[in-house]
């Protein structure tokens, strides 16, 4: 797993909540990203970092922002969750222009 | 805007029957393209990274090829344990995202 985790691993949430979804490095590298998958559309970015307090957008990144207060830790939180938002995020960590995956959320809105 | 179209979207093969599974881009200058494994309800796995026009790339029986329009990832005799969704992604130089295909998913039959 490249040693990233992402917790939780399966979440259901009802449409409005905020949700919080959480990726941990232990390898210390500066980029760390988080994407989307959904059928038929591969997997898309939503915001990455390349330090500590230092994130950008990706192409989705709507009704989302992240945090990074930690170089080991990078949040991704839905403000208010929207039952378009359901999907399954991975997290990444960059090592030179390469990017390894983390396990993946299962998130369902209802 | 990057493209990447793979195809086919989805491939049966005996075991030890070989083939190959295209990936065709558009990138206004390629940093690099990559190919990842997945399996199942798990993160996509690193497998490789294809620079430039003409290299190539092998691991057990893959080998991953790349031409300044499409690459290849050629499976010599596979076997069962190969069955997942292969994806292909390029990076466009100075952007960190990565644009996804939306993978094929190989099936090995014993």
């Known amino acids: 797993d490249a040693g990233i985790t992402q917790s939780p691993r399966h979440k259901v949430t009802e449409t409005g909540t905020p949700v919080t979804l959480r990726c941990h490095q232990t390898?210390?590298?500066?980029?760390m990203y988080w994407y989307r998958q959904d059928p038929g559309h591969g997997l898309r970015l939503i915001h990455y970092s390349y330090g500590v307090k230092d994130t950008d957008k990706g192409e989705v990144s709507d009704g989302y922002s992240v945090s990074r207060s930690k170089t080991e830790d990078f949040l991704l939180t839905l403000e208010s969750a929207t039952s378009s938002q359901t999907s399954v995020y991975f997290c990444?960590?960059?090592?030179?222009?390469?990017?390894?995956f983390g396990p993946g959320t299962r998130l369902t809105v209802t | 805007e990057d493209q990447v179209t793979q195809s086919p979207e989805a491939l049966r093969l005996q075991e030890g029957e070989s083939s190959s599974l295209n990936c065709s881009y558009t990138?206004?200058?390629?940093?690099?393209l990559f190919w990842y494994r997945q399996d199942p309800g798990k993160g996509p796995e690193f497998l490789f990274t294809l620079y430039s026009a003409g290299e190539e790339k092998e691991k057990e029986r893959l080998k991953a090829t790349l031409t300044k329009k499409e690459s290849f990832l050629h499976i010599t005799a596979p076997k069962p344990e190969d069955s997942a969704t292969y994806l292909c992604a390029v990076q466009a130089s100075g952007n960190e995202k990565l644009t996804f295909g939306t993978g094929t998913r190989l099936t090995i039959i014993p």
């Open positions: 390898e210390n590298h500066r980029y």
């Open positions: 990138v206004s200058g390629l940093r690099g």
């Open positions: 990444a960590q960059g090592q030179g222009y390469e990017q390894y």
